[in-house]
């Protein structure tokens, strides 16, 4: 029996006023980081948001490690963490307070959480502030504080929105940090971002779509080999693919 | 546009009347007639007592000058509710003190701006109570109570003296991060003071059979409250006497002169104070007694926790709740101390009423006023478990006011609990239920809007519960006591 994918995507379709997605398949195995490249509107953001269940498809089957998030929504969420561009946050609640609530979303046993909480709030360098609240947070504290509350349950899949937007150097190397630690741990996570160098750097593979459907995916060197026999960025890849 | 230059004080004073006009006209078409029809009313009920008092002779006697003292403490006390309102916003919600304050403008041009600005928008708010009844009494036949006009501009200098130095003493006490909150719940006092007033009186012995204005007032003249001396000089300038007129108004003049030179400093620390809102929290508790002692496995309890802690910290919402509990509460315990029984069935009706009423603005709050929706959707929870969860927090946050006014029924009427308790719970259940049918996630700062757009069914639909099961609980519980 083969590996169960950390996320399987077949023949998604969905539209608004316009088809946005057009028929994307996409398997991701478990253990990578996945960089989901794009131009903007080419349906990235809409793919993760199907993903995670805050839309709903016009056709095709997603399936998080084999869970359908049509036919078993709360196992696929189960092992699953969002975190989009704009922090999840309540500016009125505190780092403890809103990992707690995070926590009792995900029924997690209060002495394990509480240890989790501890231990991400220290290592997000957050533990003086647990209990100031929200709304006096730098962009990148909050984005620390969503992402303290997407890891407190242990996800076995992290899919992130731009989660380097708007953070300076030294708390974008932090989050890339932080997600290279949760791949090295097991955890699967996908990123999608604008920084194509973040996507060289980082990415164990990479997708690239344009107007809904996947052009490319592979990793560093197999999308190069696809652009052509010159030594290519994967700037210039990028730009030669969403050209076509 | 303004005639004045944008930087001039004049023109600052202009800027803060027009944003406090806009403020207090702001709201759609259904606002414009509520507005309008209020005015007519206030208007024909005005020229209806100018009519009735034509002939009667109005003068200083020692019962009208207690009258009209008591009428000023009114205006007075709702001028503070009204200036400590404007100086929190000024503080706390202004858009422009960043611009005000980074532009070449010394600080006291700002303050004095902002101050008159605050006095400007609550004359015109009391004026909108006063001058409908007021003019037609002064035009047709009782010139000399023109006065009166000078001693509600003098009331306001006053009140905005006093409700600014309110909010910078808050804010110097309770710090940038609670000086919100603590504002709304003076504000709630100061509105609600006459009530607490007539609830003092009582309880300092002057029980009987009137009500709570009524008790006042008996109070004030057995006092001869208003009626000699300096007390006396506001209720005598409001009847036309010139040099009480020119003692008040010069005293308020003098008074706004001095806060504004007192407060040049502390209005400035405190607005930028209220920026450092991203301090740690001053009440550690929760700290104390450790990280474990937060996390839950119980869906509800997580909901409630954040629930209550994002009710307690929303100052707008917080006020809202307080003034529920600030008119109910006198009302019970006069109810309650009546010697008539025949009149608890009316605080069965007030209790389950109010109940529902809170109800529907906690269920607004728990169910449609969510800021991370996202998040509840992305959660491993079934939308049915979560609505259910949210339904249950609703009937919990509203159970203690329940609780409270069930308890002090049952001192005098224990029968009489068998129809307050389920009918407020049934209000509450429908409320949130309502609320749920009616579900739409907004942004939770959007709280003040909520009877506009798509919640004016839902609070039409809950007020129409709530009078619906009060008249049936009153009815009951007549029927169980009959």
Known sequence: MGEVAALRIEHLRKSFDKPVIRDLSLTIPPGQLYALLGPNGAGKTTTLRIVTGLL???????????????????????????????????????????????????RMDPRLAATEAERLLRWLDLWDQRDTRCEGFSRGMKQKVALAGALIHQPRLLILDEPLTGLDATMARAVKDALRAQVDAGATVIITTHILEVAERMADRIGIIADGRLLAEGTLDDLRALAGPDEATLEDTFIRLTAR | MTRFAPASLPGLIAHNLRIGWRSNAKGGLRRKIVVGVLLAVFVAAGIGIALTLRNVPIGPSPAALTVMTLAALVMFTFGISQALSRAEAAIYGSDDLDLLFSAPIAPRVVLWSKLVGIAGTVLISEAFFVLPPLVPVIVLGHPALAGALLLLVALVLVATCCGLGVMLVIVRLAGPRAARSVAQVTIALFGGAMAIASQAIRFGGHAGRHNGFALVYGWARAHRFGQAGLGSLPARAGFGN??????????????????????????????????????????????????????????????????IALVWRNPQVLATMLLRLVYLVPMMLLLLQQHQFVLLPALV??????????????????????????????APVARATLRRAKLVVTMLMAAPLLALIALGLASRAPIMVVALVPLGLLGTATAAGIQLRLERPTPRKAFGRRTQGASILANMLVMVVALALGGAAAGLSFWLTA
Not at chain 1, 95 to 102: K, Q, R, T
């Open chain 1, 56 to 106: 709903d498809a016009d056709a095709g089957q997603v399936s998080i490690f084999g869970h359908d998030i049509a036919r078993e929504p709360l196992a696929a969420k189960a092992v699953t963490a969002w975190l989009p561009d704009e922090p999840m946050l309540y500016d009125k609640l505190t780092p403890a307070e809103y990992l707690a609530f995070v926590a009792g979303l995900w």
């Open chain 2, 242 to 307: 010139p040099l009480a007129g020119l003692v008040v108004v010069a005293g308020a003049l003098m008074l706004f002169a001095i806060t504004g030179w007192l407060f040049e400093r502390n209005f400035a620390r405190a607005f930028q104070q209220a920026g450092q809102r991203g301090v740690p929290l001053l009440h550690r508790g929760a700290a104390r007694s450790g990280l474990r002692a937060r996390f839950t496995p119980s869906l509800v309890r997580a909901i409630l926790t954040k629930e």
């Open chain 2, 349 to 378: 009706f007030a209790g389950v009423f109010v109940t529902t009423q809170l109800s529907g603005d906690l269920a607004w709050l728990v169910i449609s006023g969510e800021d991370t929706p996202d998040l509840l959707t992305v």
